[in-house]
């Protein structure tokens, strides 16, 4: 999903005003890096390893203006009041988004082999510092590590709303209950499926996307490697230059996935209620799905979506219509085949799928898509979409 309903995130200005720490106060402060997971494939010249990240000081540590923050995003819940565990989530998420980055910093990381006794393998300094937002984002070559092989399969899924139960198209739920209050919590069953494949398919890769902006996605590192396989991560960053880095990110990071490994089959999880989703993920079926023979075989094997529509009551739609719930469009996945999209309700819908030998459809599960308007508000006699099409 994208950023967070409700959630704005505050100018640099506006965090240091709220720290009440002088320049000097501020810089005496710890730097700490947030080190997000990456990937790396097998070139000609060696292995070229991703190292993003963030270098931030969180001035707002336990303290009393943490907690007024925080109570600030509580929509009219007592942060006092709360369990001492939903106390710790909000105040360490707005912790979080209330820290300030470090710029012009040398980044150098040092490389362990998770794989052996965990001694250093190599120190590797990035080529540049890090930028006016603190961040980081290089390749690099001739590391040794343990990388991505060059063929197999990639499942590349959606944090929010695939992975964890967070409602983000209801503010309420999304903002504050499942995000500021309560830990982040598996949706479902799906860590099973996710621990399936990795137990049945030994070349899987798992890559994991938020485009929640990257000073609120250290919790979900910790969330996502607590309860699925362990793999590549990529956010959304600050560091804006062009058009769809700022508004298609989701497009961009997944590209990117796509073109660095062009021998790899992926798997794409999302949602219906991210209309990005909707639109990238046929719309790159169709430019890398039938490539195998050209100079790019790069293949994009499935497609497999939560339908968050299908799986209300036409009254309950009614009412998530209100509050967040989008109409969408199946346009786009028309002209591709059909046995390389699904739309799943529930995690066991999927479960048993031969992703290794290609299968993405479970055809016990109804589809009823059209590829026009659907979740539009409906006329009294619930027969017709106000687009006048049938139901």
């Not at 990381?109 to 080529?127: E, F, H």
């Not at 500021?180 to 598996?186: A, D, E, I, L, Y």
């Not at 979900?220 to 062009?242: A, C, H, I, Q, W």
Request: hydrophobic share 35%.
């Amino acid at each position: 999903m994208g950023i967070l309903p409700g959630l704005d995130i505050p100018s640099l200005e506006n965090i240091r005003e709220q720290a009440g720490l002088s320049s000097a106060q501020i810089a005496q402060l710890p730097v700490r890096i947030l080190n997000v997971p990456g990937y790396a494939n097998l070139t000609d010249d060696g292995w070229n390893v991703l190292f993003h990240g963030q270098a931030y000081r969180q001035p707002l540590d336990n303290s009393s203006r943490l907690d007024r923050l925080a109570s600030g995003f509580l929509r009219g819940k007592v942060l006092s009041a709360l369990h001492p565990s939903q106390q710790e989530q909000a105040r360490n998420l707005t912790s979080a988004i209330y820290s300030l980055p470090v710029a012009g910093l040398p980044i150098t990381m040092t490389v362990y082999n998770a794989t052996g006794n965990d001694s250093p393998v190599v120190n590797v300094s990035l080529p540049f510092p890090t930028d006016v937002r603190g961040e980081f984002n290089d390749f690099w070559v001739n590391t040794s590590i343990f990388l991505v092989p060059r063929e197999g399969i990639t499942f590349l899924a959606d944090v929010d709303d695939v992975l964890r139960e967070t409602r983000i198209f209801v503010p309420s739920a999304g903002l504050l209950d499942n995000s500021f209050v309560h830990p982040f919590t598996p949706w479902s069953n799906m860590p099973s499926v996710f621990s399936h494949w990795r137990q049945t398919i030994p070349s899987a890769h798992f890559h994991y996307l938020t485009t929640t902006p990257e000073p609120a996605t250290r919790m979900y590192v910790e969330f996502v490697f607590g309860s699925y396989p362990l793999g590549s991560l990529d956010t959304r960053p600050y560091n804006f230059t062009t058009f769809d880095q700022t508004f298609r990110v989701r497009a961009v990071a997944l590209r990117r996935a796509l073109e660095t490994f062009r021998q790899r089959k992926f798997v794409l999880m999302g949602d219906t209620a991210n209309a990005d989703v909707l639109r990238d993920y046929p719309q790159l079926a169709k430019e890398y799905g039938n490539v195998q023979a050209s100079a790019r075989p790069s293949t994009l094997d499935a497609c497999l979506t939560r339908s968050l529509h299908s799986v209300h009551s036409h009254p309950q739609r009614i009412r998530d219509r209100w509050r967040g719930l989008p109409p969408v469009r199946h346009e786009r996945f028309a002209g591709l085949d059909k046995s390389t999209y699904f739309f799943y309700r529930i995690p066991d819908d999927i479960m048993g799928l031969d992703i290794a030998n290609g299968e993405c459809v479970n055809k016990s599960v109804p589809q009823h898509i059209e590829y026009g308007w659907q979740n539009l508000l409906r006329n009294p006699d619930h027969t017709r979409n106000w687009n006048g099409r049938k139901a």
